[in-house]
């Protein structure tokens, strides 16, 4: 399990591949630890918005490919990452208030 942990939030908890998404989108590598910088914290927000964006048009595309072709529109398995995001966003979100760093722990 990966722990996110900021003084200005309560701690957010990832499984493994879940947090190895998440990293990804972030643009850092699945280290077992790590930090966000107070100055790097819009960047991670930026980051992760993006990801959700890409993600979103991506099933966006699918979904109009398939109306295309006549076919029934795919639908979302699982949880999706701007659904996994959101908890970690609120967090780097008031961390960039509060001036402090979010670290995690796999």
Do not use: H, N
Request: proline share 6%; aromatic share 6%.
């Amino acid at each position: 399990m990966y722990r996110f942990k900021s003084k200005a939030a309560a701690d957010v908890i990832y499984l493994p591949e879940a947090a190895k998404q998440v990293l990804a989108a972030l643009g850092r590598e699945s280290s077992p630890q790590g930090i966000i910088e107070t100055a790097d914290l819009p960047a991670a927000q930026q980051a992760l918005l993006a990801a959700v964006e890409a993600d979103e048009a991506a099933f966006a595309a699918l979904v109009a490919e398939a109306e295309a072709q006549g076919e029934a529109p795919p639908r979302r398995q699982g949880i999706t990452l701007k659904q996994r995001v959101w908890p970690l966003l609120d967090m780097l979100r008031l961390s960039e208030a509060e001036r402090v760093d979010v670290v995690w722990l796999g």
